[in-house]
């Protein structure tokens, strides 16, 4: 049937029942609106193939997803006809471990023994050029990024950093070394990587507040190069941390000082932007993504822990913003000070470095309810060792 | 305690009913549904042969089914004898099947009932017969209704059109098919009542002298229309009974018919039988899943490769190759419904490669079916003559089941009655009402 016939039939309903003829009416209109928008789609995409966009943006896509099959073969340490026949649980047989490292690049791999809460001690002297060691528990079968602070990058199977001791007493020459700074560069962040072909974004977050985010789709280049870039506007900055987002996700950091900054990842730019005013002496301590089903966790060096329901996180929407005070001024007044903040649940474990270099396991819900951690020092640093065996998105 | 219940084993949708004397009880027998009183008749069997019905098979069926991967592997059928004038040969068959099927989705098991043709099927392993099918729908249905109710269920009073089938050996069949199944489904005592009989006792508990009524049960398979003396119950009597093979799925297939087809190449491919074979199977709801085999995708592939008719024939591979003939009928069937109250419905499918968008009229509506409604005319007039009254000496005139609501057939019977004795009932309740009427009182309620 033609269409003009299908438009003669329309009038004669149109006819015999003259109040059908508003509902057509709407109806046409409707499918015009939708035709209209799908039209320009198609012009907007027709114009892009004529001018060669779209077929850059085609070869980059397709360079994209060689460079993660890439990466899972990596991952599973096998060739694509085995990958193929894997089970899903494969990963099963992974174990996690606890990664401490300090800015000078050292790293101790500890395997998390799930009923030890003392993980053992480190000798040396924990602070160093200014930075404290930080935690990060990850699968044993994980790709690790390595951020640095001139904004270089490498990547490394965590298989190929060996393992310490669990219960021993570490010091920093023994530690492992995969990738030594460059000159006047320190290690700023490590983060896992497995999840680059399921993410949107890479997502940093420098000492004075500054984001950006980049997209994944050019991540091959990022790591042919060994080059993510610095995410800071002022050269006095440096980076904190990185990690792999999702567009709808919800990220999150803290100050020194305990300033709470939420931000809606989709609505983040692509080039570094301060989003919190700070005092001179601020800076960030703890970043996370947070998600509906976790809470926020932030610690303070005293072992102080504030325990927070993930959707009293405000988004920040203006460049500059002062962000939600963790603590009263007075408190502020009297030295307290945050080390770190992460996004948990009550079943996960929090691990727990302080300055006399004692590395323990708490679970959530004990320090939560008691809302304290009683370390033998000054609390250094935190990570979250995640109870589904680190198989969440953002550790 | 034991139960008698009423079902209405529908063509499109069934229900459970219990009476205890002073009201019908409507079981919630779906409670995934909208009308939870109301459970649609489809089966979904697994691989595993896991069954569920209603709502959740349709659930699963979506859940398990839609976008689906799949596999083919060739699979040895059997073997055919050649023999000619001086030669015999054997030839091996083999099928294509699908290894990574998940499940099969039964619907229209009512339909099949009463087709002659149609014996049983293959579900991966096992042969199910007709029978078979109708069993394992009614021990869910029962096995449900005895979770509602809390005590077993030994005794059924199951609907039945008027005519199963013109044949009157095949509608015997189907008859003593549907028992010997209610009895393997777990009754102990299993009996039949008309469906327009049912829908006339509930009809009866709202008016308070006797009348002549006319039953109109137009549902899903079947049209069945019954003259009844109503209103004394020591005094009911069926004047007359018809009924034709006429309902709401051969409606839904001229709509496909008329409307669908030309979206997927019909008149726009010609000379390329393999192509017309698939687009002529679209309004078969049997033969369009088994379409998905490896010939018939390469078969399409081509003929886009080619530019015949690409759009519609993308179209074509992702309905059959996509799993989503199911959803296609039911946007159909939506649209026919949309209709009963609205003068335009929009009938859409956007799903992998498909863009379907018809706007539907129920003057195109009314002109697709034209040809039943004679036929429809023709089967009531005949009844009403059967009964030896006069249009004149009917009181009421109840519809029943969802095509009755069709404006085309409500203006017939207003044009023949008279608009103050056409009543409305509730589509979905007033068969399984009666049905559980005469489950409680279990003796025959009219002579």
């Known amino acids: ?395 | 305690m034991t139960f008698r219940v009423g079902i209405d084993f529908g063509t499109s949708n069934s229900g459970v009913a219990v009476y205890d004397g002073q009201r019908v009880k409507l079981l919630p027998i779906d409670p995934k549904n909208v009308l939870p009183e109301v459970v649609k008749t489809i089966l979904y069997i697994t691989r595993d042969y896991r069954c569920s019905i209603g709502q959740e098979a349709v659930e699963t069926y979506y859940r398990d089914n839609v976008n689906r991967q799949r596999r083919y592997v060739k699979q040895w059928a059997g073997e055919i004898d050649v023999r000619g004038a001086d030669m015999h040969y054997v030839r091996d068959i083999y099928v294509y099947v699908d290894e990574l099927k998940p499940g099969r989705l039964l619907q229209y098991l009512k339909t099949a009932l009463r087709k002659e043709s149609y014996t049983g099927t293959h579900i991966f392993e096992r042969y199910y017969t007709v029978g078979d099918l109708a069993k394992t729908y009614l021990s869910l249905l029962k096995h449900r209704a005895e979770g509602i109710l809390g005590e077993p269920i030994h005794a059924v009073t199951l609907g039945r059109p008027v005519k199963f089938s013109e044949s009157l050996e095949q509608d015997h069949k189907a008859e003593e098919t549907l028992r010997q199944s209610a009895y393997e489904a777990g009754f102990k005592e299993v009996d039949f009542e008309l469906e327009p009989v049912a829908a006339a006792l509930d009809y009866e508990q709202s008016i308070t002298k006797p009348q002549n009524v006319v039953i109109f049960d137009f549902g899903g398979g079947t049209l069945d229309i019954a003259v009844i003396r109503l209103g004394d119950p020591r005094n009911r009597k069926v004047y007359a009974s018809g009924g034709v093979d006429i309902a709401g799925s051969d409606f839904d297939r001229a709509i496909i018919e008329k409307r669908m087809l030309p979206h997927f190449g019909y008149g726009r491919v010609k000379h390329h039988p393999e192509i017309l074979e698939m687009i002529h199977a679209i309004p078969d709801w049997m033969a369009l899943p088994e379409l998905g085999t490896p010939i018939n995708r390469n078969t399409l592939a081509k003929a886009i490769h080619a530019g015949m008719a690409p759009v519609q024939l993308k179209a074509l591979e992702g309905l059959i190759f996509n799993d989503l003939a199911f959803t296609f009928y039911n946007r159909v069937e939506a649209g026919k419904i949309d209709l009963s109250s609205a003068g335009a419905t929009i009938i859409s499918l956007e799903d992998k490669n498909i863009s379907l968008w018809e706007l539907y009229t129920r003057h195109q509506f009314e002109t697709d079916i034209q040809h039943y409604l004679i036929d429809v005319e023709k089967v009531v007039l005949d009844t009403i003559t059967e009964s030896g009254l006069e249009p004149a000496e009917i009181n009421a005139v109840v519809k029943t089941g969802g095509s009755s609501n069709i404006p085309l057939f409500t203006e017939m019977l207003t044009r023949i009655f008279g608009a103050e004795k056409v009543k409305g009932s509730n589509t979905f309740s007033s068969v399984v009402a009666g049905l559980a009427i005469k489950a409680f009182n279990h003796s025959p309620l009219v002579e």
């Not at chain 1, 800015?103 to 030890?116: F, H, K, S, T, Y």
Request: proline letters at 3%; aromatic letters at 6%; a negative charge.
């Open chain 1, 1 to 395: 049937m033609s269409f003009s016939n299908k438009i003669d039939e329309w009038i004669k309903e149109a006819e015999t029942r003259p109040e059908s003829a508003l509902t057509i009416v709407k109806l046409i209109a409707k499918r015009l609106r939708e035709l209209t928008g799908r039209n320009e789609e198609l012009l907007a995409e027709n114009i892009a193939l004529q001018n060669g966009t779209l077929v850059e943006e085609y070869q980059k896509r397709i360079a994209h997803l060689e460079y993660q099959l890439d990466l899972l073969k990596r991952r599973f340490g096998t060739d694509e006809s085995v990958l193929t026949e894997l089970p899903m649980d494969s990963t099963e047989t992974s174990t996690l471990s606890l990664l401490v490292y300090n800015a000078q690049g050292r790293v101790l791999r500890i395997e998390i023994n799930p009923d030890v809460q003392t993980l053992g001690r480190i000798t040396d002297e924990m602070i160093n050029d200014s930075e404290q060691p930080r935690l990060l528990a990850v699968q044993s079968n994980e790709e690790v990024l390595l951020l640095f602070t001139s904004g270089r990058v490498s990547t490394h199977a965590l298989s190929s950093i060996p393992t310490v001791d669990s219960g021993g007493a570490w010091s920093w020459e023994g530690a492992a070394l995969p990738d030594e700074p460059r000159a006047g560069e320190l290690l700023a962040c490590i983060t896992p990587l497995s999840r680059l072909p399921l993410s949107d974004f890479f997502l940093q977050v420098s000492r004075r507040g500054c984001v950006k985010k980049t997209m994944t789709s050019v991540a091959q280049s990022i790591l042919a190069n060994h080059y993510l870039g610095k995410s800071a506007l002022q050269k006095s900055d440096q980076p904190f941390d990185v990690t792999l987002c999702q567009k709808k996700d919800l990220f999150a950091f803290v100050t020194f000082e305990g300033h709470l900054i939420g931000l809606d990842v989709d609505g983040l730019s692509y080039s570094a932007e301060e989003r919190i005013r700070l005092t001179s002496s601020d800076y960030v301590v703890g970043s996370f993504m947070t998600h509906s089903n976790e809470s926020m966790l932030f610690v303070t060096q005293t072992g102080k822990v504030i325990h927070r329901e993930s959707h009293s996180l405000e988004l920040s929407k203006s460049p500059l913003a002062k962000g939600q005070a963790l603590i009263s001024a007075s408190r502020l007044e009297q030295g307290i000070r945050f080390i770190g903040a992460a996004s948990v649940r009550d079943e996960d474990q929090i691990a727990v470095l302080d300055a006399t270099g004692s590395l323990n396991v708490y679970l959530t819900e004990a320090i939560t309810g008691a809302g304290s951690i009683a370390a033998g020092g000054l609390i250094l640093s935190i990570g979250v060792i995640q109870a589904e065996g680190g198989k969440r998105a953002n550790p």
